[in-house]
Each structure stands twice: as structure tokens, then as C-alpha cells.
């Protein structure tokens, strides 16, 4: 598929993608509120950075957060205690891989049952152990909610960032990439949101 093509497809889906995070129907359930938020960082237990990151996850209120730019595997390690200080006792955070991830991942925080969590690389996602065309791994969480007949699909990602032709074209990759995740969830769960 030549790049002019790939870049304006993306741009045609991703209406129909943010469409899909945002609509999360549960049918005869109790509502569930989903928020995004590029943490860039939790810093050290009872830091400023800290204690202020947990102060905004707390007037968010949302149910299940996605996240983005955890900072390295100190940040990591310590993920599941920051999410529990801020009311939320279920966490779990990707891997990073490649060469354009550094050591930033996503992660996902929730008041219920994390029942399974995958950080996909583009190695995993394409099958070609030497793809390496995402800016950090995707992440993908299956959520719990009580009384819930079926599981809820949360993807955190981090799109590349910057403007500029080739970060416009590693972003239309990345929504491939994207798409692919979803409707393997999609097709593996089609009663889930």
C-alpha cells in the first residue's frame, strides 16, 4: 500500500477509533467511565509528582484509567502502589521493546478485575520478529465490571509524537497496528465493548 493511501485511510479511521474507546455500551449495566492520560511520569513514593498525580486521578473519578509514559522499570515496579493510593486497587503496566519506545510504556488502572493484560510489540502484532515500526507498545487489559456478562477491551497506546512527514507515517503505521489489536479483541469477544 503506497504511503499517500495508508496516511489518508488512517485519517479516515481514526473518528471510528476514538468512537470505539469512548462508546462503552453496557447493555441492562451500570455505566462505566473511561479516562486517557499521558502521566509522563509518576515519580517516587511521596514526591510532589507523586502525590499530585493521585490528587488528579482522584477528581477524574473515572472507573478504568489508561496510561501513558510510564517512566522506566523503577516506575513500573512501583505502578501497582501508586494506583492504590489513588483508590484504585487493580493496575497493570506494559513492557517496552524496539528502539522508538526508550523506556516509556502504558499501562492501565482500574476499581475492578484486571482478568488479562498483553503489551503488544510490532513484532507480536505483525508475526515479523524483526517489525519494529511503533513508537511504544500497545497495551491491552480485559476489565471485570461487576454483575458485567462480558469483559471490557481497554487499549492504552502512545502514538508517535512530533509533525513532520515521517511521524505522520509512523502514526498511520501505528493505527495499523492498532486496528489489528482491537479486531482480534473484537473477533475473539464479539459481545464485548
Known amino acids: 500500500m503506497c504511503r499517500t493511501t495508508l496516511l489518508a485511510r488512517t485519517r479516515a479511521l481514526v473518528p471510528v477509533l476514538f468512537a470505539l474507546v469512548l462508546a462503552l455500551p453496557l447493555a441492562g449495566q451500570q455505566a462505566v467511565r ?15 509528582q507523586w502525590n499530585r498525580a493521585q490528587d488528579v486521578l482522584q477528581r477524574v473519578d473515572a472507573d478504568i484509567i489508561a496510561v501513558q509514559e510510564i517512566d522506566g522499570v523503577f516506575e513500573a515496579s512501583t505502578f501497582a502502589s ?16 524496539g528502539t522508538r519506545s526508550g523506556e516509556l510504556s502504558n499501562g492501565i488502572i482500574s476499581r475492578w478485575p484486571i482478568v488479562f493484560q498483553q503489551s503488544w510489540s510490532a513484532a507480536a502484532i505483525s508475526g515479523d520478529p524483526s517489525a519494529n515500526d511503533i513508537t511504544r507498545d500497545i497495551f491491552e487489559a480485559h476489565v471485570q465490571v461487576p454483575n458485567a456478562t462480558e469483559i471490557i477491551g481497554v487499549f492504552s497506546v502512545h502514538f508517535k509524537a512530533s509533525s513532520g512527514s515521517t511521524n505522520d507515517f509512523r502514526r498511520a503505521v501505528e493505527v495499523q497496528r492498532l486496528l489489528t489489536v482491537v479486531n482480534n479483541f473484537k473477533a475473539n469477544h464479539p459481545g464485548a465493548a
Do not use: E
Not at 473511561?34 to 510532589?48: D, E, F, I, R, Y
Not at 501508586?82 to 521493546?97: D, Q, V
Open 82 to 97: 501508586f494506583a492504590a493510593g489513588a483508590g484504585y486497587p487493580h493496575s497493570a503496566a506494559g513492557g517496552t521493546s
Open 34 to 48: 473511561v479516562a486517557s492520560w499521558n502521566l509522563q511520569a509518576v515519580g517516587s513514593s511521596g514526591s510532589t
